[in-house]
T-cell receptor
């Protein structure tokens, strides 16, 4: 256990559905991340939240909408996805700023399949 | 902007032999460097990191990595490979003062029995 929990572990959704991925960290970190891992592609950074403010949005399509209500929780809201959005979505947390731990701790991921 | 290159898609090593997985990086400031391992259908597990100090850092499962500033490299090494080391390995970099952690494309390590 890394201290970062993602739910659900697996999700199958139609292109017209709306669903949300959830991530919770119990490490007291102040930054959280969403990454997308597709087959034969590099790990793509999608969103970064630092101190609950979004600091990075790497040109992700608007059909992905993140939400960070507090430093322990991160959501990824999904709507009208495409089949090419099928991937493993990984959540991570780390400590940013002066001192502290600097590596990221990852959840187990949500395997998303869009049909 | 920071970036990471892992030039090998796959590395094959016989069990008991030393292994090296290559990584080079690019940052504008001082780097924080990391190695992670991923087993099938799992998240990434942290192996080791370089922040400052000794260029040779030791991590989990007998792995170590050497920071070389002049060559901007951070190669992962292990003196004697095990079949259980077979997995996907990611190098990552973080620019000091930046919140982003950028990963390489990954190198699949295959240890032959």
């Amino acid at each position: 256990e890394t201290g970062v929990t993602q739910t659900p572990r697996h999700l199958v959704m139609g292109m017209t559905n709306k669903k949300s991925l959830k991530c919770e960290q119990h490490l007291g970190h102040n930054a959280m991340y969403w990454y997308k891992q597709s087959a034969k592609k590099p790990l793509e950074l999608m969103f970064v939240y630092s101190l609950e403010e979004r600091v990075e949005n790497n040109s992700v399509p608007s059909r992905f909408s993140p939400e960070c209500p507090n430093s322990s929780h991160l959501f990824l809201h999904l709507h009208t996805l495409q089949p090419e959005d099928s991937a493993l979505y990984l959540c991570a947390s780390s400590q940013v700023g002066t001192g502290g731990i600097t590596e990221a701790f990852f959840g187990q991921g949500t395997r998303l399949t869009v049909v | 902007a920071q970036s990471v290159a892992q030039p090998e898609d796959q590395v094959n090593v016989a069990e008991g032999n030393p292994l090296t997985v290559k990584c080079t990086y690019s940052v504008s400031g001082n780097p924080y460097l990391f190695w992670y391992v991923q087993y099938p259908n799992r998240g990434l597990q942290f192996l080791l990191k370089y922040i400052t100090g000794d260029n040779l850092v030791k991590g989990s499962y007998g792995f170590e990595a050497e920071f070389n500033k002049s060559q901007t490299s951070f190669h992962l090494k292990k003196p004697s490979a095990l079949v259980s080391d077979s997995a996907l390995y990611f190098c990552a970099v973080r620019d000091m003062g930046d919140d982003k952690i950028i990963f390489g494309k990954g190198t699949r390590l295959h240890i032959l029995p």
